[in-house]
């Protein structure tokens, strides 16, 4: 016991799961220590969304209207306390509110018993892959550039995700196609494909109607399930494509949860509609959602009910529809998304765009959009940007997880004032002349 | 588009992951069945804290409190807002108010850097197995019985976890030794064992001070770590002995941290303390709170602030003291464990017990006991117990995972009244004389 400290253990970190040391989680870190180091950059980074909207005493009026409904519906003084202090069931205790909330916001009609309240969508994400994906020969695609947070899910599974590549104008079927064929010629079943159809994080395009449409029959033909993931419809201006789940009358697509734009990210509650049909050996029948819930039962046990009151009082105050709680809220991502176009434009007029080979999108909704740009856009230019520019954004190679935009960087605008999106393009079309001048 | 009902995806139970085909969790769900389909019955399953001491009112005092205590330490309106509403840190934010409770609590010293707040001791669990078992290789001990959400969490990772099995009086060091040895042998390499050291679930034994030291040092020379998972000290009464933590002097424990019995399950609050050094290829060094942190933004991003800010208001009630705030209720459990022990007394007289081959444990704190009968306590037994005898409890099978327990019951004290615990008992002492004289 003489040599407390000398005996001390040191773990080794190759010796830890490999997912530990996934690129990504690396990359997001680094980008985390550039923001501290740099304090005074303007940040392009952070997908958070604004909260200049929010008030804390409304957390307790939430509750309260959320106990209030409760007490309405015939639940004793002991039930109520229990609703708020003891566990409560693994699916969650919202589930009608949501899926009587999912029927007016997005046309999609399920019962509450196909609805598994989860811890953020990522929760809902992660349940979806281990249930779906049984060993190394079921396959996961994913739309690419793709959300970090699918990518994530899969590596803690030990499931490597295969990359279908967008196009400029978003997802297509038939890049699809040829990757299902492949991974049938690999012998690989495909289970899942997963997808951000409306405003993507990170590229910021929308699957067209006809997209869509073709998706859903392919999932049918195919015989794999759609994983939906659409947390950014409701907070952006205008009317919205229908979502595959709503369109979806083969139970091909689980539909994927979050209320960290609609309502907000430390509610940390998210769901999965599951209503795909599973039958056991016996031809005994259940839901998907059923097999979610066991594996939540291994996870989190249950989502925080505390949580879930307040979500609850939040959709019982706009009788379920999220959208009308957020008309603000789409308009100011609106005006931002608007407005950073807008610079964009007079920061880069048309002859230096040609010049340099520098181009963006122009999405209509969403926090997000690509720029592309005609040198690396990796950490080292990030460090540059930061340091000699004053502005952060983020490299799109982060969102590639089969390799791919290196030469793409992601801005958000939903965090942003107008003033900071303002100076932070003009910064950023120094830092990107000034890079073009070099590699050129 | 007519065929629509007919075209609806069905998928087999056997083509999902094997976790949730996991007869535990069928098992579970088997219980919650009886206990729905019987609900006269009395039921000593659940493992629920009382839930008479809970007051509504106060959540919206804790959060106060927490707010407070933030403005106070000089946090802007804003950042108080944003405490309350956005993301947050992945690892946490009140993990300085966590250590210093585990200093003042159970003499465990450790910077709030080693602390990562989670999603209850389940995600802790989670995060702990997928970190230090790597692959295939890599080997997971649990004293045996043992509590299911660590077999669960192993399940959902294609873990198997290795029992050793306790004895009477709970662990033995050296059955843990010689199953070290087993695993060797296979080459296989043990990295980490799960213990319950204090009034464990399921079997209400409590680890000696001298298997702890021995433990310890088996650690160290074996070179493993242990995962010490201990809800129940202080909600058990008179002094307890000092945790594995607070006794490691070469930081071989990962401590698994709950609030759920001893602040209110509905928080999902919990923690991992894991303060081991851990160096990468290139020798920079972190800790292995850092690895579960990148492995938590994977599952659930972060623990939600709300949650955070009731159980920070919690702990600031009593300076830090859970101890303090579970006076009344250690109390109560302590009182509820010596009535079901007296009742058993009474209902069983000793040539009874003789003549039945009945026994049972004497627990001193916690929330669980094991009574072992002269007959088969499978789920056909539960039935009949449930509906000749209206009594329920769990077969204590159920907690091994490598068979085991098939003449042992567990009965839970936390839940119920004394008049439920005094007639409960007597209905089982009918019901076990009923099934020895049939087996007999």
Redesign the interface.
Known sequence: ?AL?DM??????????????G?PV?DT??FLNEITHRYPKAISFAPG??Y?GF???EE??TH?RRY?DHLEQGGATP?E???A?????PTSGQIRALIADSLRKDENIDVRPESVVVT??C??AM?LAL??????PDDALLVSSPCYV?IT??A???GIEPIAVEEGRDGFRCADLETALDAERARGRRPRAFYVVPDHSNPSGTTMSLEERHALLELA?RE?F?VLEDSPYRLVSPGRQLPTLKSLD????VVHLGSY?KTL??????GFAVAD??????DGNP?L?AD?LT??K???????????QA?VAGMLLAADGRTSELNTETSAYYGEAMQAILARLDECFPQQDRDALGVRWNRPDGGFFLTVDVPFRTDSAALVRSAEDHGVIWTPMSYFYPQGGGEHSLRLSVSYLTQADVSEGVARLAQFIKSESTNAG
Do not use: C, W
């Open positions: 016991m407390v005996a001390a253990v040191t773990l080794r970190k190759e010796e830890l799961h490999a997912s530990v996934d989680l997001m870190n958070r969304p909260d929010f008030d804390v957390i307790f509750i106990l002991g109520i306390r229990n708020l202090f003891q566990y409560g811890v953020g990522q929760e992660f281990r249930a779906l994906i049984a060993g947070g994530g899910a590596r803690l599974l049918a015989d399930l009358r083969e139970q091909r960290s907000f990210p430390g509610a940390r509650v795909q049909r599973v039958v056991d050996k259940g998907l097999e066991k594996i039962s291994m996870v989190t046990v249950n989502t925080s009910p505390l949580s307040v």
